[in-house]
């Protein structure tokens, strides 16, 4: 299959990739985080904030969309990028992971998915032909096939089954697929924690021939160890000419351990998922803003940083936003931990550039695991306020003007 989007390799360093994928709706430089926006949006952020961080491609979900409001509607309207009024470049979700997530609404067999809606109860059937046509009529970027991702643990013989079922389900997805310039159809690799398994479902997705490939059923229950290491026994079997996409992933160590692997492309929900709970990413790790040790603490979560959310708003009222459930605290912290995460794609690209890539990740994964700053131990400024006069001694002061 000739390739619809086209990927440059600009530098390595070790197996740290530096790349930039064209797409139909402008390049993507790599390694890159995506921000989630399941349901075509990037939830507490407008647009204009998510592309003042720095990010150049989103992700939504097919499964949501479909349902609500429908991919046809879009399509109706324009195209997902007109409805969400987001220029750049989209990856679609094929709506795999819901084959896992949802489980007790659906059933599976060799045709496909037949999921009961989580809105309503109403019955669809999601088929790896029609998910191609719904990123079709979404206008994806890049198209995901149909897949089963397996919860792990799991026994191999229903990992081995998951796989081969995904296997076929590619090949039925590559050949619904119809190739435009700009516009990429990327396999899954499955496998679970079999090496195995996974060998086997790379040489397969490479033979059948797609414009990129991602490493699927990962960051679903297991160890970072083991997810390391079936990266380690996937990606030499993927072709370095493609795109490699890690599926839902994740921290930001996990991502430096990835990209350490080959991997070009994430994406995850945590950077805003946090946002909404309270939680802010900082070089010196995760600050819980909820924590009392922070009410009376006038310095910015972080003063190096150029996000707005981080340098100009105390961490004092950044609590009380958080404590009084107010809506602008999700949207400062979802604005400050998706900022992070491309300022760290931005770093991790100029290390790989600079030769230097295993030097930063050692001085990132230091810094982040010293923890956040100490608390807060200055003294409140004391103002003196100027005593009132009682209400005799006002009256008295009234009489004596002339």
């Not at 608390?375 to 001694?393: D, F, Y």
Request: aromatic share 8%; proline share 6%; hydrophobic share 40%.
């Amino acid at each position: 299959m000739s390739t619809g989007i086209r990927f440059e390799l600009l530098a390595t360093d070790g197996d740290a990739r530096r790349g930039r994928i064209h797409t139909a709706h402008g390049p993507v430089e790599t390694p890159a985080f995506m921000p989630v926006g399941t349901q075509a949006t990037v939830k507490a952020l407008t647009v204009d904030m998510v592309r003042a961080a720095g990010a150049e491609m989103v992700l939504a979900n097919t499964y949501h969309l479909m349902l609500r409001p429908g991919a046809e509607r879009i399509s109706r309207l324009g195209g997902l990028h007109r409805f969400m009024n987001w220029p750049g470049p989209i990856l679609t979700d094929s709506g795999g992971f819901q084959v896992m997530s949802l489980a007790a609404l659906r059933e599976l067999d060799e045709k496909g998915v037949r999921f009961r809606s989580h809105l309503d109860g109403s019955l669809h059937q999601l088929t790896p032909e029609r998910a191609v046509e719904l990123q079709f009529l979404l206008d994806s970027d890049i198209t995901m096939q149909l897949d089963e991702c397996v919860r792990l643990p799991a026994p191999r013989a229903e990992v081995a089954r998951a796989m081969e079922l995904s296997l076929r389900w590619a090949e039925r997805s590559r050949c619904a697929f119809h190739p435009r310039p700009g516009y990429g159809l990327f396999g899954i690799v499955q496998g679970g924690a079999e090496e195995e398994l996974r060998r086997r479902s790379a040489e397969a997705l490479v033979a059948m021939g797609f414009d990129g490939y991602a490493v699927g059923g990962l960051a679903v229950g297991e160890p970072q160890a083991v997810m390391f290491h079936m990266l380690e026994v996937t990606v030499p079997h993927l072709p370095a000419d493609r795109p490699r996409y890690l599926m839902g992933v994740g921290t930001p160590l996990d991502i430096l351990g990835a990209v350490a692997r080959g991997i070009d492309m994430f994406d995850c929900v945590l950077p805003t998922r946090s946002g909404r709970t309270g939680q802010a990413f900082t070089r010196f790790g995760p600050v819980n803003l909820r924590n009392a040790r922070h009410r009376d603490d006038p310095r910015p979560l972080d003063e190096t940083s150029d996000c707005p959310a981080a340098r100009d708003y105390s961490r004092a009222y950044l609590h009380h936003l958080v404590r009084s459930r107010e809506i602008l605290g999700c949207i400062l912290l979802t604005w400050n931990n998706v900022w992070f995460y491309q300022s760290l794609m931005r770093r991790i690209r100029a290390a790989i550039e600079a030769g230097t890539f295993e030097a930063f990740a050692a001085r990132f994964a230091a810094d982040w695991q010293r923890g956040d700053l100490p608390p807060w131990e200055g003294r409140r400024s004391l103002v003196t306020v100027p005593s009132m006069p009682s209400a005799k001694g006002a009256a008295e002061e009234l009489k004596s003007r002339p």
